[in-house]
């Protein structure tokens, strides 16, 4: 069955980094968009990045330009997003997602 396996959550000080990870199974990840959802504490979930399946093409949320980055290994069926300058605004639980698939989230918060 599809699974999807997000890691590498945790605590930061503001102004810190972290890498996150997201291993698919069970479907063919290589043709796969791949997006990256946020939920932080009493809001919607939004959407954070996106990108193609070769990782040719990506987008991102206006509030995360020019501080996180999407990625992908499509040889280890992993998509990663490196968050650096983080802010305490950026608290939220973490999320990947392929087409109505999500995995289970990894927990991000920033101390400021």
């Known amino acids: 069955q599809v699974q999807l396996v997000e890691s590498g959550g945790g605590l930061v000080q503001s102004g810190g980094s972290l890498r996150l990870s997201c291993v698919g199974s069970?479907?063919?990840?290589?043709?796969?968009?791949i997006k990256w959802y946020r939920q932080a504490p009493g809001k919607e979930r939004e959407l954070v990045a996106s990108?193609?399946?070769?990782?040719?093409?990506?987008n991102y949320a206006d509030s995360v330009k020019d501080r996180f980055t999407i990625s992908r290994d499509n040889l280890n069926n992993t998509a990663y997003l490196q968050m650096n300058s983080l802010k305490p605004q950026d608290t939220a639980v973490y999320y990947c997602?392929?087409?109505?698939?999500w995995g289970r989230g990894t927990q991000v918060a920033v101390a400021s």
């Open positions: 997602q392929w087409f109505t698939f």
């Open positions: 069970g479907f063919v990840f290589s043709t796969a968009i």
């Open positions: 990108i193609t399946p070769s990782g040719s093409g990506t």
